[in-house]
């Protein structure tokens, strides 16, 4: 009975509540940032290596203005900004692309309810928007 009462009191200490629900997040969190943020940091860093060794017309003119600017550091902030929505905008080039060919490969197997495809769709566009994002994050 003695084990019961320890068991209960443990249970009703609010303090204990807290450290448990904290620890309940934190292990979640480690979670989440293992399964999908890491993967997803490391195509971002892939696809921004790629625009860097690449880079978009729009870079290569402020590259080619460094010479003339007093103040590099803001330029190259900029650089570094457009460089990082060209990689963002490939990456959301290609999860887009595979959706459809996902959904063209759904439709010619199988009658898809169309209402709910466009309802997790856009939560799933959502989703991929936030994770990359986070993804970007430094």
Known sequence: ?????????SISD???LKNDMAEAVALVSKHFRQKYLAPVKGVYAQRRADCMEKPSPQV???????????????????????TSCNAAARMWNEYRGKRSENRERQN??????????????????IMFMLVMLM????
Request: charged fraction near 30%; charge should be negative.
């Open 60 to 82: 290569a003119l402020l590259q080619a203005c460094r010479p003339f600017v007093k103040n590099t550091d803001m330029l190259d902030r900029v650089i570094d900004g457009v």
């Open 1 to 9: 009975m003695n084990e019961l009462t320890e068991i209960t009191k």
């Open 108 to 125: 010619d197997v199988v009658y898809t309810d169309h209402d709910t495809e466009s309802k997790s769709g856009n939560s799933n566009d």
């Open 14 to 16: 609010p303090q204990n």
């Open 135 to 138: 993804a970007m994050k430094r």
